[in-house]
């Protein structure tokens, strides 16, 4: 074997020994800690919820940066707590006025949570936040990382905040090999950062993770030149940081079609409002549904609509066809435009709780979805 071959087999099993040796593990946390705490320090983003240690503020940011980009979520943010600044104004509030401030962030059944946890913390704990992962997780829409970001953030408790951001540097960092969905990776990553939480600063650590990841060790292309751990970083000693986790199993995302109806009469449209539970759970938009076997697209349009309105239809005529796209699924939107006359009424057993005629400005007012909003505006 020549000399070039041995000296790349010893490189190898160096970089190999690095990556997986449990001594070097064990000593990670020491040397990790301090880095990343002096970089965050001085490199963090000023972000409006880093200016306070209000529990009730931390806890709005959580929940709205759930599966959404920071940029989207500051204005939301700010108008959010301008319009509800306390836990017991957003437990007073109608859920219409929640979901109408929420409207455009998307994933509403945030927003629900977000109302019905006010309300028990208001109401069992007399308005002041709980400040134990344990009893923060018994609050609707609070899971295991919310419960320990707000505890570490908000009340300086050595908790372990583990998200998909997480679980990559940690598992960057330690060399853990593992598809990014893997129950093993995951349970290897929550006890490395538990063993990580303990120390000065909890709610620091806690954010500096979130940053490295956001800024720094991305999912692709990660900027190792600017990480503060790259020494230490097992990844990057083998060479490959990108494999680390490796990428999850694509799944086929369904498409699924939908019918919509807009219902004019004297400038105004009809809106219904969803039913609490399921997917836009208490949000308004149009009649819509699905087309029963055998029906034309024409004759399922006036049957969503009498249906759901018991309104009677006039002049129906097809919109533009558009696509609304979900992390689980992709509505394929039909909607159609009509001049309605009778009654307006709601029918039990039809998805809706409620309907209005509203003009279109107050029709954006409500807490309609992305998709709702979109199909308004382009009238």
């Known amino acids: 074997m020549s000399a070039r071959k041995v000296g790349a087999r010893k490189v ?27 970089w965050y320090r001085a490199q963090r983003r000023d972000l409006p ?3 306070t240690r209000d529990p009730y503020a931390i806890w709005v940011s959580e929940i709205m940066l759930q599966q959404t980009r920071v940029e989207t979520v500051i204005p939301f943010y700010e108008r959010f707590l301008d319009k509800f600044p306390t836990v017991d104004a957003l437990a007073s509030a109608d859920e219409d006025d929640v979901l109408a401030a929420w409207s455009g962030l998307g994933y509403y059944r945030r927003a629900r949570g977000l109302h019905a946890a006010a309300s028990i913390v208001a109401r069992e704990h007399s308005g002041t936040f709980p400040d134990h992962p344990t009893e923060l997780r018994a609050l609707p829409g609070i899971g295991e990382y919310t419960a320990a970001a707000i505890a570490s ?3 300086g ?23 990014r969905d893997s129950a093993r990776l995951k349970s290897d990553v929550t006890r490395l950062a538990h063993a990580l939480a303990r120390g000065p600063a909890p709610g620091d650590w806690t954010q500096a993770l ?4 956001a800024m720094v060790c991305t999912p692709r292309a990660p900027d190792c030149a600017r990480c503060p751990l790259t020494a ?3 990844a ?17 995302v369904p498409s699924v079609e939908q019918i919509t109806v807009l219902l004019e009469r004297d400038g105004k449209w009809v809106l219904v409002r969803r039913e609490p539970t399921g997917l836009w759970g208490g949000l308004w938009e149009p009649p819509t549904g699905t087309r029963a076997r055998g029906e034309s697209i024409e004759e399922a349009a006036l049957r969503v609509a009498r249906d759901c309105t018991g309104l009677e239809l006039d002049e129906l005529a097809p919109l533009p066809a558009f696509e609304h796209v ?9 909607p159609f435009r009509a001049r309605a006359r009778g009654r307006l009424r709601t029918r039990a057993g039809r998805g809706y709780d409620a309907a209005r005629w509203l003009a279109g400005d107050d029709a954006l007012g409500m807490g309609v979805s992305a998709w709702t909003a979109r199909l308004l505006r382009s009238l």
């Open 236 to 252: 990057h000693a083998d060479g490959q940081a990108e494999r680390y986790p490796a990428p999850k199993t694509k799944k086929t």
């Open 153 to 155: 953030i908000a009340f």
């Open 210 to 213: 979130m940053e490295l990841g």
């Open 12 to 38: 190898g099993a160096a970089r190999k020994r690095a990556v997986t040796s449990p001594a070097t593990l064990a000593l990670r946390p020491k040397r990790i800690r301090p880095a990343l705490l002096a």
């Open 326 to 334: 979900l992390t689980h699924r992709r509505m394929q939107f039909q």
């Open 49 to 51: 919820w880093r200016r």
């Open 232 to 234: 230490r970083c097992g």
């Open 157 to 179: 408790r050595e908790a372990a905040a583990v998200d998909g951001n997480v679980v990559r540097v940690l598992a960057r960092i330690h060399g853990l090999r593992g598809t």
